[in-house]
């Protein structure tokens, strides 16, 4: 879910990489052009391990490495076709939250759904929304604060332990004006991730002909953030599609999968 405490009138150009690195945990980036009237807070909701603290969701400076995504795109990617059928994956005040300076961004981390509520009141989404979001009522929250304006928001990343230590997760559901959810949203968004399992996807999808190493400035990649040895995959959805959030998963057959 990518969810906007206030009216955005421009988000495009949406680019996600995904990859499990150390045991548990996934490394998710973050990039898009926006546009807006005022300062407002980007809300991504993330599934995790339940019991975990604020600071075990480790926010990674990638300021050095704004062009992370214009890198990736320079890998020669190989068409591929949906090869298989996929089934479902049963998968008194306090403090406000701790907030983190990453680069050009205000970063924190709210364990519970409730911790959102120890955000600055600007921050807030209102309950009638969360209403409409019950499936996030056991998730996790990375949340940026942006300033208005239309830009490119360099790579937001961060690593955190997943609930589900086989399964990747894309946020990708669309609350972009602070209150509707609508069924089906307009997406522009590129999936980029790595996995060492077979893929089988329902979608068109691409791989890199090289491993990574060929095409990342390697010097500039935190530890663990990639495996340079390694090919990545990519999803393109465009268009209308379901407002929902995707998952890929590693299925009985230790094939990379694509919930429904």
């Not at 807030?124 to 208005?148: H, M, N, Q």
């Not at 304006?149 to 602070?178: C, Y």
């Not at 890929?248 to 429904?260: K, M, N, Y």
């Amino acid at each position: 879910m990518c969810m906007f405490t206030r009216r955005v009138t421009v988000v495009a150009n949406t680019r996600i990489f995904a990859r499990l690195c150390v045991p548990g945990h996934q490394v998710l980036i973050y990039s898009m052009t926006m546009d807006a009237d005022d300062e407002l807070a980007m809300i991504l909701p993330l599934p995790i391990k339940s019991g975990i603290g604020e600071l075990d969701v480790s926010f990674i400076d990638l300021s050095a490495y704004a062009d992370f995504f214009e890198d990736l795109e320079k890998a020669e990617m190989v068409s591929l076709k949906y090869r298989s059928l996929v089934e479902r994956q049963v998968t008194p005040a306090r403090p406000t939250l701790l907030v983190r300076n990453v680069d050009s961004f205000e970063a924190s981390f709210a364990p519970t759904r409730a911790d959102l509520d120890r955000l600055d009141s600007r921050f807030r989404l209102d309950a009638e929304v969360w209403g409409k979001l019950s499936i996030y009522e056991d998730f996790g929250f990375a949340v940026f604060k942006l300033r208005p304006g239309l830009k490119r928001i360099h790579p937001m990343a961060f690593k955190f332990p997943r609930r589900d230590p086989q399964s990747l997760f894309f946020p990708t559901v669309h609350v972009h004006d602070g209150h509707s959810v609508p069924p089906l949203a307009d997406f522009d968004h590129e999936l980029f991730f790595q996995s060492r399992m077979p893929v089988w996807l329902k979608r068109n999808w691409f791989k890199s002909t090289s491993p990574a190493g060929t095409f990342m400035r390697q010097a500039s990649l935190p530890e663990d953030l990639m495996d340079c040895e390694d090919s990545c995959f990519l999803i393109e959805i465009r268009g209308q599609h379901p407002n929902r959030d995707i998952y890929l998963v590693e299925d009985s057959r230790g094939c990379v999968t694509e919930a429904p």
